[in-house]
Every structure is written in C-alpha cells, then in structure tokens.
C-alpha cells in the first residue's frame, strides 16, 4: 500500500526513513519510517492512527518518537499530525502531561513502546501504559498512565494514572492501586 521496499545500504542510515512532508498535510510520497511497538486505533471513517515506537526518523536514524500518523485507505495517503520528524538528541520524549482531565493541544504523551490501545464508542483513542519516559525522566520506565485522543480536535487529554514513575535503586514502576468488590468481600 506505501512505504518503503528496501532497506538501506549501508551508510545511507539504521533503517527506511520516514518521509514527513508537511504536517496536517496528507502526500503520495509520505510515509512513517519502519517502526517497533508503536500504537494504532482505527477510527470511525476506517483511517489507521499510529503513534510513538522505535522508528526511523526524517533521516533514516533510528530511536524511539513521540510522533503521530493518519493513513487514508480512501485516498491511499499518509498524514503526519503531529510530533517530531527527527529523534531527540537524548533518545526519548518526555511526556507533557498538562492538567489532568483538560485537553490541550500542548498535551503529548512520551515516546513509547507497546501501550494497550482501544477506541470507544465516541470514536475517541485511548492509551494506557508501555515502556517510555514519564514527565521528567529520559528513560525507558514502565508506564501505568492513561491518554485520551481526541481525532477531531487533535488533542491529547492526561486521564489518568501517574505523571512519574517510581524509581529505587535498580527496580522502576508504579504500584497498581486495587478495589475490594462490595458484594463478594473479595479483594482484586
């Protein structure tokens, strides 16, 4: 359907770069470079939305992104909607949480591998952990947080679960907070 058929000679970059063009602006020629554990949804009118993973970047270089795609199995284009078209000279996005509960177009979450991802019935994405940075640590971390896409407005929405992750010593990751079931006495 797209993207590239080869992979690079050596020297010419890691891996089949992305080709990025404008941003909100869909091509024949645009196209996300090769990608590992990013997150995809489909939305109501059938378009693919993928999201973050190990990817090349504009240049062919290889690192983890925080950056965003539409694909359009009508037209058979692909959109860049948002986030870099180059890896960041420390490896890895930050998440920009905002205020928990408001959608901002500033909102992001980090760069990530392998979040469980879901649309509902609104047609609204939802994102919940992976291994990436939270909001201050440049690091891949366990994540145990919550992100809501709006594809209408174009922006991110922190819903829940922890901005940071808990780092001691050699061990990272947040604790699961649990509820006790009313009916049944029984703890899960």
């Given amino acids: 359907m797209a993207g590239s058929s080869s992979f690079p000679q050596a020297g010419n ?5 992305g080709v990025f063009g404008s941003i909100g602006v869909a091509a024949t020629g ?3 470079g090769g990608n590992f554990g990013g997150q995809a949804w489909t939305d ?3 378009n693919l ?4 993973g190990s990817q090349c970047d504009s240049t062919g270089h290889d690192g983890s992104m925080n950056d965003l795609w539409m694909y359009s199995p009508t037209s058979t284009e692909w959109t860049w909607v948002a986030g870099p078209d180059v890896n960041s000279a420390v490896d890895h996005y930050v998440g920009v949480y905002g205020t928990l509960k408001q959608a901002s177009a500033s909102n992001t ?3 990530r591998l392998q979040g469980a991802t879901w649309t509902d019935t609104t047609g609204r994405f939802w994102l919940f952990g992976g291994e990436g940075p939270d909001s ?3 690091v891949p971390l ?12 174009k922006e991110w929405t922190w819903e829940g679960g922890p901005d940071t992750v808990i780092v001691t010593g050699y061990t990272a ?3 699961g907070v649990y509820a006790c079931l009313l009916y049944t006495s029984r703890c899960v």
């Fill in 49 to 52: 939305w993928l999201f973050s």
């Fill in 142 to 153: 366990p994540l145990n947080d919550l992100w809501m896409f709006d594809p209408t407005s």
């Fill in 30 to 32: 645009n196209t996300p």
């Fill in 13 to 17: 970059g890691s891996c089949p770069p």
């Fill in 109 to 111: 979450p980090g760069d």
């Fill in 136 to 138: 201050v640590t440049a």
């Fill in 44 to 46: 109501n009118n059938g």
């Fill in 173 to 175: 990751g947040n604790p």
